[in-house]
């Protein structure tokens, strides 16, 4: 895909939603940390469902360190891996206290040092908090990048690669999110909504899904096929031929006015 395409996919995408944000609810740095930490593998929607409840309890790290690993399974039992997920919460909110002063930092170093924190949490934390230009590449934006032909990579790491080094720069700080929508909402993974898609004209994906009230396409007759031959006609045709290849008979002689009869004829 060209820089002209890519540009005007963002573009597009910006007119449609100029200012797009995290699905994820949350009210400060820290309750957007854990949120995108309890949000590996695990839906948007679910976990918002269980923070509703935790939040209006315990939203720092010092009251999440209180509830204890027990206390806070209670309110995240519902998201999947919630036994790992308690246990690295609680570890991250001690590390805070201890090493940060309760604040969430803003190195990517810093961050991927917290328990439960890899590279695509500490991106989605610099560039939500932080407004830095990162891309976090999840399922979603990983299946949008290669099917349209954005950024194409094998790996979760070659497409964040492709997409900071394709993305215009314009879109950076938002590429992430604009991606992550198309593909939850639009470029979906069993079939993509292609005919409702607004960049498929631009979109280079070979197996796009049919629009179901396009006009059916013409159906060119083929080619007249000379008419198969009859046994009859071919009999005929081998008849003639036979004739026009025979031998000529010698016609018969005219009578000649010499001969006795003609004479007699003459006379008469
Ligand atoms: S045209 Fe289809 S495959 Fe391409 S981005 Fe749109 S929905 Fe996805």
């Known amino acids: 895909m060209n820089t002209a395409k890519r540009t005007e996919i963002f573009r597009r995408w910006r007119e449609a939603n100029p200012h797009p944000e995290s699905e994820l609810e949350y009210g400060s740095h820290f309750e957007l940390l854990v949120s995108v930490i309890l ?7 679910g976990v918002n469902a269980a923070t509703a409840k935790l939040y209006p309890v315990a939203n720092t790290p010092e009251t999440i360190l209180a509830l204890g690993e027990e206390g806070l399974a209670k309110y995240i039992q519902t998201i999947g891996l919630w036994r790992a997920k308690a246990k690295n ?10 090493k940060h002063g309760g604040r969430v930092p803003n190195t990517r170093e810093e961050l991927q040092a917290l328990p439960g924190v890899g590279r695509k949490t500490a991106n989605v934390v610099l560039n939500v908090a932080f407004g830095e ?3 976090a590449v999840d399922t979603h934006n990983f299946r949008v990048a290669n099917r349209t032909g954005i950024a194409p990579g094998k790996t979760v790491e070659a497409v964040e690669r492709a997409l900071m080094k394709f993305v215009p720069k314009e879109f950076l700080l938002h590429a992430h999110h604009w991606l992550i929508l198309h593909g939850r909402y639009v470029c979906k993974a069993p079939k993509p909504d292609c005919p409702n898609c607004n960049i498929s004209d631009l979109c ?7 629009d179901p009230l396009a006009e059916p396409k013409p159906k060119i007759p083929p080619k007249e096929a000379p008419a198969k031959m009859t046994i009859a006609k071919k009999a005929v ?4 031929a036979a004739k026009s290849t025979a031998p000529k008979k ?8 010499k001969t006795p009869a003609a004479k007699r004829a003459k006379a008469r």
């Not at 010698?250 to 006015?257: N, V």
């Open 89 to 98: 919460v609680i570890a991250t909110c001690r590390l805070l206290i201890e």
């Open 237 to 240: 045709v081998t008849k003639t």
């Open 133 to 135: 230009h990162t891309i």
């Open 39 to 45: 949000s590996a593998q695990a839906t948007d929607k």
């Open 204 to 210: 280079e994906y070979k197996h796009k899904t049919p």
């Open 250 to 257: 010698p016609a018969p002689k005219k009578a000649s006015a």
